[in-house]
């Protein structure tokens, strides 16, 4: 029993088939530079790494091949389901969703809070449901873990209206891997299902931390896009928003293009000049580059302060979950973060801290409570098992 996770972009396409039981991946790739010459199938099986050119390949195309591939590899026959990977739900989706004519209708009209994403996903859909016409499909948003907000988390301090005609709200992203890494942290660390206040921090090219209380989303750092929160590879986090007037003016450039800078050119690349990569900004300071030093120490103190006050909704923190590349990987920013926040009784293990990530899970503090850890985070296990989940209450 297997399930198709697809997670199409502007320009590409994941795949993976999953065993939501064991977790098991079958075959897990991507179809890259899409609507270029140098389009590709790549992907991975039982440790081995292929590729095959797909030249001028489109999504159509690109999933077509995936598809051809799956037959192949003998796993197009025994899948139960295929879920999607779908950015932006709005206030419409609360959870996993089968794919309905009504759904499609509704993440349609998400479309102007995630221009960039949903209309990828939407193709993904068409182009399963085209290929698969009789299979049961899943959307699963990152939006969705964050519906549980209260309205003192997600209403921002504007006129109403915004919120009622046009949607402005925080939504928060990232949420199947919060949701995922909020469950697996609760396993490792065995507090009460019923009474555990989390901090799940998904630090990965982008970043965002969330307030998890007995298994549900009470605040989050990214907003009504995912530009808002801590400071990331390309991306500013939250910043004065008349930084936008004031460079636009001074530039003669529009509020669009400095938002754009904002999005693609900020963060640790804007601060270090170097790199949006963490390793490369990480080598770079450790060299004795003054600019990657204060990137760093930007990002983890944006990043300690964000955690401090996801501490507020909580009203205590039990636990201190990192995960993401930078959180699972980065022994210098889980040490500096963590030790930025000794006076919530956090203290620094830095053998653990030195032997977890690394495909390795577990506590890098010395207490048991507050805890900090490392915690791999598995969308498409998440996308799968959700799907998986679907299909057997239709059955
Ligand atoms: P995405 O959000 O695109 O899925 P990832 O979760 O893979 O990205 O995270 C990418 C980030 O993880 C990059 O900034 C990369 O430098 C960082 N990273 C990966 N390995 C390490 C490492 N060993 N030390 C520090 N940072 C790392």
């Given amino acids: ?35 270029s010459k140098h389009a590709s199938l790549d992907w991975k099986r039982n440790g081995s790494k292929e590729s095959r050119p797909i030249p001028g390949a489109h999504h159509e195309e690109a999933l077509r091949a995936v598809v051809a591939l799956l037959h192949e590899l003998g796993l197009a026959d025994d899948l ?25 209708a509704m993440v349609e009209a998400c479309i102007p809070l995630g221009p960039l994403h949903n209309p990828p996903n939407l193709l993904g859909i068409k182009v399963a449901q085209e290929l698969f016409p009789t299979m049961l499909q899943v959307g699963v948003f990152d939006t969705a873990f964050h519906q549980t907000m209260p309205p003192v988390a997600y209403t921002y301090p504007v006129p109403h209206e915004w ?28 507090l009460p299902a019923d009474d555990h206040a989390i901090v799940t921090a998904h630090l990965g090219n982008g ?13 989050t750092t990214m907003g009504l896009t995912p530009l808002e929160g801590v400071m990331m590879g390309t991306r500013s986090g939250s910043v004065d928003p008349a930084i936008i007037g004031h460079v636009s003016t001074a530039l003669k450039r529009s509020a669009q293009d400095v938002l754009d800078v904002l999005n693609k050119k900020s963060g640790l690349l804007g601060v270090s000049g170097l790199s949006n990569d963490m390793r490369t900004v990480e080598e770079a300071a450790a060299a004795g580059n003054a600019r990657a030093s204060l990137a760093l120490d930007i990002f983890c ?5 964000a955690i401090a006050g996801l501490v507020v909704p909580l009203g205590r923190l039990d636990a201190l979950a990192f995960t993401g590349g930078i959180g ?36 890098i503090t010395t207490g048991m409570r507050p805890q900090a850890l490392v915690v791999p985070t598995n969308e498409e296990l998440m996308i799968a098992m959700d799907t998986a989940d679907i299909a057997q209450s239709a059955s």
């Fill in 1 to 35: 029993m297997n399930v198709l996770v697809l997670n199409c972009g502007s320009s590409s396409a994941k795949f993976a088939v999953i065993n939501p039981v064991s977790g098991q991946e079958a075959v897990s790739g991507i179809a890259q530079r899409l609507g």
């Fill in 80 to 104: 139960v389901g295929i879920g999607h990977r779908v950015v932006h739900g709005g206030s419409k989706f609360s959870g996993s969703m089968k794919i309905t004519p009504e759904v499609v």
């Fill in 163 to 190: 919120l009622e005609a046009h949607g402005v709200r925080r939504y928060g992203f990232h949420g199947t891997s919060h949701r995922f890494v909020a469950r697996h942290a609760l396993t490792l660390t065995g």
């Fill in 207 to 219: 970043c965002s931390c969330t307030a998890v209380r007995n298994g549900r989303s009470v605040d």
């Fill in 301 to 305: 103190y944006v990043l300690a302060k």
């Fill in 328 to 363: 699972e990987n980065s022994v210098t920013v889980r040490a500096r973060t963590v030790e930025l926040l000794g006076f919530l009784g956090l203290t620094l293990d830095p053998a653990l801290n030195a032997v977890h990530g690394r495909g390795q899970h577990g506590r």
